[in-house]
Each structure stands twice: as C-alpha cells, then as structure tokens.
C-alpha cells in the first residue's frame, strides 16, 4: 500500500521574501484617503448643512483639522517605521527642518520680496502661469528639495522609495507652515473652508514633491542624464504655477453678464436676468487638488515601479553573463 | 573590554561627477528661475501706459493696471489703482490758469481752504520746496484727511488718507500734481508717484 507523502509531491514551498522597509504607498494612500475623508465630512457640516458653532469651537476644530495630516503621517507613517527591521531614520529631522525652512526663508521671500498678491492677479492666465512657477512655485520647491538633499541624500537613500518617504515628509513640514499662515491670516475661516484650505495646501505640496521625488531616487541609484533632477525641479515648479491660478479661478465666485437678445419681446425680458453671478466653489478645488495628487501620484508610483523592474533586470542580466 | 558600537549601515559613498553636476545644475536653474521671476514682477508692476494730452501740453506714464479718469472738469486725469484693497490710490493731475502775480502760496491756500470745507479731519503736515526731476522749481504740501465709504451698507471703517501735492507755475498756469494714498502704505506707494513725476513732461 502506498502511503501519501506531501513532501514528496509538492514542490519546497519558496519562502516569503520580508521587505525589510515600511512599504511607503500604502501609508501615502491610507493617509490621504483619510484626509478626503474629514474633508468631505467638514464640508457636508459646515458648508452643506451650515451648522453652526462658537467662535471658541471655530478655532479648535481650525487648528485640528490643521494638526490632522501631521497627526496621520505621524500614526502611519513615522509610527509604523517601529515595526520594520530597518526603519527609515530622519523622517521627522526633514519634516521640521522643512518647517523651519518654509518658515524663515521661503514664505517671508514670497510673501514680503515677490509680493505675488499685488501684481500676478493682474495679469492673464498665461503670465499668472509662469509667474507663480518662477516665483512660489521656484521657491517652495527648491527649499523643500534642498532640504532632503542636504538632511539625507544620498546617506539614507536605500531604495527608491526612500525618496518618496523623506519628499513626503518635507512637503508636509512646508504645507503645515502654509496652513499655520492661513490660520493667522483668517482666524474666523469656517472648518469646511480651513479643511479645503489644508488639504489643497496638502496635496499640491505632496504632489510636486512626488516629481522631485523621482529625481533625487534616480539621481542617487541610476546614471540618469544630470539635467534629470532639474526638469523634475522645473516641472514641480510649474505644476504649482498651473494649479494655484486654477485653484482659484475654480473656487472663487464669478460675476458675468450675458449680452441678450434685445430685438425680440422676450429678449427683453430675458434681459433683466442676464446678469449672473455664482457663489464660491471650494469643493471645486478640492476636487481638483485630490485629481491632480492622485494623478501625480500614479504617475509617478509607475514610474519608479519601472525604474526598479529595469535595475532589478539589469542587475539579473549582469548575473547570468 | 571591547565596545562593539551596532549602527545601521549607510552609504556613505563619494558622489560621481553626474550626481554633483545633477544638483549644481538645479541651482543653476533655480537661481535663473528666481532672476526672471523678480523680472517678471518688475516687468508688471512697474509696466506703464501713455497718456498725452496736447491741449493742455500733458505726457505722462501712468501704471498700466491702474484705472483712468478725465471725465471730470476738476482735473486733467486721474489715476487710481483699483486692486488696492480699501483707499484706491490716486494719482491726480490738474491744471489752473494763474495771473502772473499769482503765487504758489495764493494756490495752495485756495487748495486748503477748499479741502477743509469738503475734507474730513483735513490738516496740512508741511510746505516745502521741492524741485521737480527737469530741474523746475515747486512747492509740495504734504496733508492728511480721513476718507469714509459714502455707502453705508458697506460699514467700513473710516482710512485715514496721507496727500502730497507738487504744484509748479510755468507758462501761465499751474499744474497741481497730486499723490493720495492710505496713510498706513504711503511709503511703500509712493516709489510709484516718484516714477510718475520721472517721466512727466509738461
């Protein structure tokens, strides 16, 4: 009689490859998905149901909701570096050093030297476009950038990702600064326009960060042509010259006056309602915000995914010959 | 007794030529960048329009994203800059006829007499000679006055509004050059107004 043996029959199971990294995607999307997430409620309460609270209140729930991305990138991103064999060192260094950063050199250089308030308004869309890319867009990338270069380049870079985790912390260090600012600038916003607030300031400075990203993990693991690192700089620039002009022409309200047809009766009387107006849409660049973070960040998740399958394949080929 | 120190491994290898040249060329790129962003904003603020009126024998640059006025009999133009939140600041040019014993003091007590009828809080700072980017003697009088919103549904609260006025008599008549702004930007304004006066030919 022959006895059944599993050993003999199937294969030596492969073990399980551990990634001795905390894996950065998941946290990236589990935090921003939470972030909608309280977004959206702050907005259903106090923008679509108007809900009202004290002026104590007000400004609580202001500073929570400007304490939430930090709070969420602390509880899954630099908590859960505890329980990985090596976890990534420094992350909270860059995300104060960018603090700092933004704090001392880059909103007192914008604020108070290129003053884009008084002269970029004025212009067409096209001049807004390159003047906030070479004003706001030049700085706050560049500090945010020269930041990681100098806190942890090339030392704790041990994998492509790495770059993700450490732009992402700077980007939230400078946003955290751009949200502080806002909150001094309008202590009495309401929750849902301060939540919007923090999140386009979030998710635009997570969104050029992820370009620069790319640049820094190729620069330190590849032999990438030198200008690489500069277009990702330059685009990042650019992605803030096209998304706060259109920020704000998506959210702010519109005053329009549609010529009628005055040749007829009804023209005539259409006319006393050609003058339209609309009311403020922040929802609008909320919505905006999150499509241009998500796309950014599929963008660029693909392109280091496929920057890694090339070195991995690279690495193979070497091997065999 | 041996110490054995446990750290984590890092790389702690020299940079290659294309790693340091891939960071030199950012800031590169960004020093560039910040040149022609202050270009730029140069470039718009201090961008201008021309304004010539030969009847009265006026050629001025005003900024270009300020708002013009010449319906009115009481100036020549005015210029405002309508972004400015609050008090709009005005540039305002005028002209008056003069007798030759008119004097510039004469002109400027008829100016006074009127604004304090008319002006809230109006009070003259100082009167002193000032002379004009063509080498034209004049005199500027340097005043304040608080401006309120005529409409009330907006309740605003009251500016208190600083003015300069440069007043020069050439060929017959007086040109009252005038300069108000909110008192709290007037410094930060008033490099506009001293453009102004540099290119204004009369």
């Known amino acids: 009689m022959s006895v059944y043996n599993q050993r003999l029959l199937t294969p030596p199971g492969e073990e399980e490859e551990i990634n001795p990294y905390r894996p950065v995607w998941r946290s990236f999307v589990i935090e921003n998905l939470a972030l909608v997430g309280v977004t959206l409620v702050a907005f259903v309460v106090f923008g679509f149901l108007r809900v009202h609270v004290s002026d104590r209140v007000n400004l609580i729930l202001n500073i929570l909701l400007i304490a939430l991305p930090v709070a969420l990138w602390l509880i899954f991103s630099v908590w859960r570096e505890r329980f990985v064999p090596q976890p990534r060192p420094r992350l909270i260094t860059v995300f104060v050093i960018s603090a700092l950063a933004a704090n001392a050199v880059a909103l007192p250089l914008i604020n108070n030297v290129f003053q884009p308030e008084q002269w970029l308004p004025l212009g067409g869309a096209i001049n807004r476009i390159i003047g906030y890319a070479f004003t706001v867009g030049i700085v706050q990338e560049v500090i945010k950038y020269a930041v990681v270069r100098f806190t942890v380049w090339p030392t704790y870079f041990r994998t492509r990702i790495d770059s993700v985790a450490y732009c992402a912390a700077s980007a939230l260090g400078y946003a955290l600064v751009l949200n502080v600012s806002y909150l001094i600038s309008t202590p009495n916003a309401t929750p849902d326009v301060m939540a919007v607030q923090v999140f386009n300031n979030v998710a635009l400075n997570l969104a050029a960060s992820l370009l620069v990203s790319f640049g820094l993990a190729e620069v330190s693991f590849d032999q990438p042509t030198p200008f690489l690192l500069t277009i990702t700089v330059a685009f990042a620039a650019f992605l803030n010259g096209v998304v706060i002009p259109l920020r704000s022409g998506l959210t702010n309200a519109t005053f329009s006056l549609t010529p009628p047809d005055t040749s007829t009766l009804i023209g005539l009387f259409l006319a006393t309602f050609s003058l339209k107006s609309s009311t403020p849409k922040p929802i609008l660049s909320f919505v905006f915000s999150a499509a241009v973070l998500a796309g950014l960040a599929f963008v660029v998740a693909f392109l280091i995914n496929n920057a890694e399958r090339q070195a991995r394949e690279a690495a193979a080929s070497r091997e065999v010959s | ?202």
Do not use: C
């Not at chain 2, 201090?46 to 005003?62: H, Q």
């Not at chain 2, 004049?138 to 005529?150: F, G, I, N, P, R």
């Open chain 2, 1 to 202: 007794m041996a110490v054995i120190e446990i750290t984590q491994e890092r790389r702690v290898e020299e940079l290659t030529q294309r790693q340091r040249w891939s960071h030199y060329f950012v800031f590169i790129y960004a020093l560039l960048a910040l040149f022609i962003g202050f270009n730029l904003r140069s470039a718009t603020l201090d961008a201008t329009t021309p304004y010539v009126n030969n009847e009265v024998g006026i050629r001025a640059f005003y900024p270009s994203h300020w708002l013009i006025d010449t319906t009115s009999s009481a100036y020549v133009f005015r210029v405002q800059d309508i972004a400015q939140p609050g008090f709009k600041t005005t540039i305002q040019v005028g002209v008056q006829p003069v007798t030759a014993n008119t004097s510039a003091r004469n002109l400027l007590d008829t100016l006074t007499l009127n604004r304090a009828n008319s002006l809230s809080g109006y009070n003259v700072i100082q009167r002193v000679p000032y002379t004009l980017p063509n080498s034209q003697e004049a005199t500027e009088m340097d005043y304040v006055y608080v401006s309120a919103d005529s409409n009330p549904f907006l309740k605003s609260i009251p500016t208190v509004v600083r003015g300069e006025d440069i007043l020069a008599i050439r060929r017959g008549q007086a040109i009252i050059i005038t300069f108000l702004s909110d008192a709290e930007t007037f410094d930060d304004n008033q490099p506009v107004f001293q453009r102004f006066l540099n290119d204004l030919q009369f």
